[in-house]
């Protein structure tokens, strides 16, 4: 059973970096199209998380999201079954819960939430002001 954990969350001040990792069990990385995702606490009940970014299988491809496209990286190392993502210049609207996501299937968009199987529980990031 593939499994996904984030680490990597905290608190920091506004302008700060923060780097987050999602280490997938149970499977081998380079079989998965893999994305982050995140829902701030803003979002009502049932809304849909919001795109961050997505990397494909052999790191040929990555998209981003409209809204943290010039500040963000993704990044995956299949040896170590780990993707990382980096934000840059934080703000309190990044302040969120981002979850990992994988899906064995490829695709052109990867900014739809239900294209993805596997979920990892989230771990927090707030940004202070």
């Known amino acids: 059973q593939v499994q996904l954990v984030e680490s990597g969350g905290r608190w920091v001040q506004v302008g700060d970096s923060v780097t987050l990792s999602c280490v997938l069990s149970?499977?081998?990385?380079?079989?998965?199209?893999m994305a982050w995702f995140r829902q701030a606490p803003r979002q009502a009940t049932g809304q849909e998380r919001e795109f961050i970014a997505g990397i494909s299988y052999n790191s040929g491809r990555t998209q981003f999201g409209d809204s943290v496209k010039v500040r963000v990286t993704i990044s995956r190392d299949n040896a170590k079954n780990t993707v990382v993502l980096q934000m840059n210049n934080l703000r309190p609207d990044d302040t969120a819960v981002y979850y990992c996501?994988?899906?064995?299937?490829?695709?052109?968009?990867?900014?739809?939430?239900?294209?993805?199987?596997?979920w990892g529980q989230g771990t927090q990031v707030t940004v202070s002001s």
């Open positions: 149970g499977g081998r990385l380079r079989s998965y199209t």
């Open positions: 996501a994988a899906d064995d299937d490829t695709y052109s968009d990867y900014s739809e939430t239900w294209r993805y199987e596997y």
